[in-house]
């Protein structure tokens, strides 16, 4: 086949057009310091890159959860924090309540106090995270508490929220509400309701104990079926613990179960004529003393602000009757001291735990920057140019194009004399 001086020139043209296109993808690659991205360049290196990116992108998920799982336990702690200062103020306000030399204006300062940090307690059971989900809820939606005071009752559920942080990992960002606070009638919120009705008339003068010397009228606030009164019974005989019914019904009962134990008491006891009261006697002193409350649900805070039982001891030779309300004893100053230092010892405990979840979390989170930074040392060394190597190809590329351009301007400018 014979070339002609067009097609020669149109065929190298071509050649140093697809010469120039390489050189400038290498100049182009050496200015970005990457290598060609395109699968064609290179398909196992790509391949490779594409399950790292696939890999680094997971790592980017388990690190923003990490990030959520941190924050959220540490506005748990911060919670818990707050929790731990209120039930310190409420062991200090149960130690100032037994000073008997209070005025009546400081005692419903204590009081009003008292109350303030009950609702705020409860506001600390209904916090939220970032998103709007309970921190002590369990992994129930909604608040994990509703209603108040006595009232309150926990809506969530006993499990805890748990995010996987890679590798099967699983860390639990949030507690139980009952764990925690316990019920209306028991732990943090049983303290802070005892605290209130401590401070709260009438139950505010009652006694933990009263007594009487040979006769007292016993009179008992009755109430639902299920209500009952444990006391113990003194008598000049002896002492003897009595369970007292509480029943509208059944006014008798209570008189029943003292004249049961009075062989132990030497107490004995009959309904006062006006039906409501029981008459006590004995050859000596009567005292009542450790009342223990039970009461049918769902209790209200009255019931617990009201002494059930009022103890009327009789002057002798007509003097002045005094009367006594009885407090349960979960209500006296040292008990509440008590429970109050068994509660903060319960929060330190939540708390340290918190810390140890917190920590579990951080130690994930520097794994997975461990792990990501390995990742992307993987990427950088299959997606970095090899600037040197590149240099090398690039100016060889270009003495190939010098040396063609050189030889095409020979051969273009030659003439049939030349070839002869």
């Known amino acids: 086949m014979t070339l002609g001086d067009a097609l020669f020139t149109r065929i190298t043209i071509r050649d140093f057009d697809r010469l120039s296109a390489r050189i400038g993808d290498i100049q182009s690659r050496i200015a970005a310091g990457t290598n060609d991205p395109r699968i064609s360049a290179d398909p196992a290196r790509a391949t490779q890159l594409s399950a790292l990116r696939d890999l680094r992108a997971r790592m980017e998920g388990q690190t923003d959860l990490a990030a959520r799982a941190g924050d959220r336990l540490a506005l748990v702690d911060r919670t818990l924090q ?30 009003i106090e008292a109350t303030a940090l009950r609702d705020e307690m409860q506001g600390h059971a209904n916090a939220t995270d970032s998103e709007g989900r309970a921190l002590f809820g369990g992994t129930a939606a909604g608040a994990a508490f509703s209603g108040s005071g006595e009232t309150l009752a926990y809506r969530g559920n006993g499990a805890r929220p748990l995010v996987r942080l890679g590798d099967g990992q699983e ?26 009705a401590a401070l709260t008339p009438p139950m505010l003068t009652a006694r933990a104990m009263a007594s009487a010397e040979g006769s007292a009228r016993l009179d008992l606030l009755r109430g639902r079926p299920a209500d009952s009164l444990t006391l113990t019974l003194t008598g000049p005989a002896g002492s003897a613990e009595v369970v007292l019914d509480l029943r509208a019904d059944a006014p008798g009962a209570a008189a029943e179960a003292i004249n049961a134990v009075a062989a132990r008491t030497g107490i004995a006891a009959t309904m006062a004529e006006d039906g409501s009261g029981l008459l006590l006697s004995a050859a000596g002193r009567i005292a009542l003393s450790d009342l223990a409350l039970t009461l049918a649900p769902p209790a209200t805070g009255s019931d617990r602000d ?18 006594t309300g009885l407090r349960p004893a979960r209500l006296a100053a040292t008990e509440l001291v008590g429970d109050a230092a068994a509660a903060l010892d319960r929060v330190t405990q939540t708390l340290a735990e918190v810390g140890a979840l917190g920590a579990t979390v951080d130690r994930r989170t520097d794994m997975i920057a461990a792990r990501r930074l390995e990742l992307d040392l993987s990427m950088s060394r299959l997606g970095d ?24 301007v020979r051969i273009a400018g030659s003439s049939l004399f030349d070839y002869l």
Do not use: C, H, K, W
């Not at 103890?311 to 009757?321: C, E, N, Q, S």
């Not at 240099?391 to 030889?407: F, G, K, P, Y």
């Open 82 to 111: 707050a929790v731990s200062a209120g039930v310190m103020r409420m062991q200090q306000i149960a130690q100032q309540a037994a000073n008997d030399t209070l005025t009546p204006e400081a005692q419903a300062a204590l009081r």
């Open 171 to 196: 860390v639990a960002t949030g507690l139980a509400g009952p764990a925690v606070f316990g019920t209306a009638g028991a732990g943090l919120f049983g303290l802070a309701n005892d605290l209130v």
């Open 306 to 323: 009201r002494p059930r039982a009022t103890l009327t001891a009789f002057g002798g030779d007509g003097g002045t009757a005094t009367v």
């Open 385 to 408: 140019l090899d600037v040197a190597e590149a240099a090398t190809r690039l100016q060889s590329l270009l003495l190939s194009q010098e040396a063609a351009q050189q030889t095409f």
